[in-house]
């Protein structure tokens, strides 16, 4: 009968939100140019500290939209603190990701999305000269960026031509003047194997790799046209299933140095990250934790 049947305009109305969940679900669109090379530096680089540090996290419900940080570092000369606050004003929208204060050093970054673009800007509020500020736009086909401060202007493109494939240029003009340094890559996943090569404007090269050999296990590479000493290898392995008491390993290495890492979840609330790292020429350790709470 007509009375269990959907009015036409309801039916489409329903298909099109069906479609844009899918493209949004499968579609997250190409990095921006500064990430074509994130996943090996990130295999490689989170998570490594030399620090000591406590760092506590803390959004209070009496105040919606409010959030602050506090970072306690142990050095030789005593204790280094630093209180972060994330704050969104309500009524313009406008974010306050940090409001920052460190000794006597105070920042400002600020950002809001207007028509798509991602507008920041950077301000240590004593010091005008400070001033820097950048735009991103995102879509599921291209990214691209501007930015700006007193010592120069830059920005940046990526597309993405295929599945897997990104293509980007970025260019820095100095205030100044002078020339326009260039740079350019590309990065594609290829048979599960991620690889990237990026020309900087310092007139080098800059190398990445990635795979995964087993389940869990992330091996990443990178390195630069500077000669060998500039490649690091190393890995990551999720760990928690085989050891109970750890949630991932990390271990990497250059020509000078062999490098550990420990990382234990508790639950949403807690992380706590040990690291040491010793120089093969002179193999005394050093020891880095964090701990992390909120």
């Not at 460190?102 to 240590?124: C, I």
């Not at 990445?208 to 091996?219: A, H, R």
């Amino acid at each position: 009968g007509k009375e269990g049947r959907s009015p036409p305009s309801v039916l489409i109305a329903a298909l099109r939100a069906r479609i844009r969940q899918a493209s949004t679900a499968t579609t997250m669109g190409p990095p921006v140019f500064a990430d074509i090379s994130k996943g090996p530096s990130d295999i490689i680089g989170d998570d490594y500290t030399s620090k000591k540090l406590l760092k506590v996290k803390c959004a209070p419900k009496a105040t919606p939209g409010c959030s602050f940080t506090i970072e306690d570092e142990v050095k030789s000369g005593g204790v280094d603190g630093k209180l972060t606050l994330k704050y969104v004003e309500p009524t313009t929208g406008i974010s306050f990701d940090k409001l920052t204060l460190k000794g006597s050093t105070y920042g400002v970054e600020a950002s809001k999305t207007v028509s798509g673009v991602k507008v920041k800007a950077k301000l240590n509020p004593f010091d005008g000269s400070s001033l820097s500020g950048s735009a991103e736009l995102k879509d599921p086909g291209y990214a691209v960026t501007a930015a700006g401060d007193k010592k120069k202007v830059s920005g940046s493109a990526t597309a993405s031509p295929f599945a897997g494939g990104v293509l980007g240029f970025g260019f820095e003009y100095p205030v100044a003047g002078g020339p326009v340094a260039l740079s350019a890559g590309a990065s594609a996943t290829l048979s599960g194997a991620f690889l990237s090569c990026v020309y900087t404007s310092k007139k080098v090269f800059n190398f990445g790799f990635m795979f995964s050999p087993l389940p869990k296990v992330d091996v990443a590479a990178t390195g630069d046209s500077t000669g060998p000493d500039s490649a690091t290898v190393g890995l990551k392995w999720a760990c928690s299933a085989a050891i109970p008491l750890l949630t991932s390993l990390g271990l990497k290495t250059t020509t000078a140095a062999l490098s550990l890492v420990a990382v234990k979840k508790f639950g949403k609330d807690a992380t706590l990250v040990v690291s040491t790292s010793s120089k093969y020429d002179a193999p005394k350790p050093s020891f880095g934790a964090q701990l992390t709470i909120g």
